[in-house]
């Protein structure tokens, strides 16, 4: 297992197997404990969130399971800061870490960036998204929450649909399922919003996938169909955007010409791609998914802490 005290984590490939099943295990404790009362184990230890994209689930996730375990939060906010006069990215992080944060939560819209100013940092820095690279917590709710539902993630047949190329959550998802034994995954998308080259390197030969352009391409039955919205704000052309939009949606006549419906997931928010009409059916977890971040994340914070 990897000792995750005082790390950055800053990709799904800074876990490994054994580590995830520890912190699964762990978030499954904590969701006792945390249903009926706070903990104190983080007493004294501080959390700043540091998001200069926007986010509710993160931010808000990571915040909860920090005061739940007995900890505090600062929250550096962009609009009212000196951000406003120009000060740069690395500066704002350099100011915030010489108060002596605990761990620093940081989403940032370029890729790659905490890995740049990762040795000019002290805390530990968890990557809430950079960019369109990777968003490795997101990676570990979404197994956590495969794991949970299905009680094992080995032999998985999933199924990964919609923006595939700007999207950061299906290449931290991919790269954590390559732990795992036997997973084969489908990748669903039209032509323009495939995977990215660099995603793809970085899967071979650990992985088997599959890349298609419409759900009904895919013969097998899937256990999980892991739905992800257009990532508007990353479209230099918005007509490509609009010409895009009507792609794909994931809604109860598309579902209900599968052989079997698999659980539906989404790292949220949706837009028009999975509708509310969805939201009936039992196999519908998005909602019970990001709660299980913050749990997730709890154990997470607890493991880097080394509490
Ligand atoms: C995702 C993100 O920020 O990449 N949101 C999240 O953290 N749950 C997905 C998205 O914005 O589409």
Not at 64 to 77: E, Y
Not at 150 to 178: E, F, N
Not at 230 to 258: G, I, M
Request: charged share 30%; net charge neutral.
């Amino acid at each position: 297992m990897k000792e995750l005290r005082g790390k950055d984590i800053l990709s799904s490939f800074d876990f490994d197997r054994e580590t995830l099943e520890h912190l699964f295990e762990e978030a499954e404790t904590l969701r006792k404990k945390l249903s009926t009362t706070h903990l104190k184990i983080a007493d004294s230890k501080t959390m700043a969130t540091v998001f200069l994209e926007p986010s509710t689930r993160t931010k808000m996730s990571f915040q909860m399971a920090m005061l739940k375990l007995g900890g505090s939060v600062i929250d550096f906010q962009p609009e009212s800061s000196s951000f406003q006069k120009g000060e740069s990215d690395l500066d704002t992080m350099k100011i915030i870490d010489g108060y002596s944060p605990d761990i620093i939560v940081l989403r940032q819209s370029k890729p790659f960036f905490p890995h740049s100013i990762k040795e000019e940092i002290a805390a530990p820095i968890i990557n809430g998204g950079d960019g369109t690279n990777e968003h490795p917590t997101q990676a570990l709710l979404d197994v956590y929450t495969i794991w949970r539902e299905l009680k094992r993630v080995d032999g998985l047949r999933l199924g990964i649909m919609g923006d595939l190329k700007y999207g950061r959550t299906a290449p931290s998802l991919s790269y954590m399922l390559t732990f795992f034994k036997d997973v084969k995954i489908y990748y669903i998308a039209p032509k323009e919003l495939g995977l990215r080259e660099e995603v793809k390197e970085k899967i071979r030969n650990k992985i088997s996938f599959v890349e298609v352009e419409r759900l009904e391409d895919i013969e097998e039955e899937l256990d999980a169909l892991y739905v992800t919205r257009l990532q508007k704000e990353r479209f230099k052309d918005p007509s490509e955007y609009e010409r895009l939009k009507s792609s794909y949606v994931v809604n109860l006549e598309a579902l209900n010409k599968l052989k079997r419906i698999p659980i539906i997931m989404h790292p949220l928010p949706r837009v028009w791609e999975l509708p509310q009409e969805v939201d009936s059916l039992p196999q519908a977890k998005y909602f019970e998914q990001a709660k299980n971040g913050m749990y997730v994340r709890a154990a997470l914070i607890k493991e880097i802490l080394g509490i």
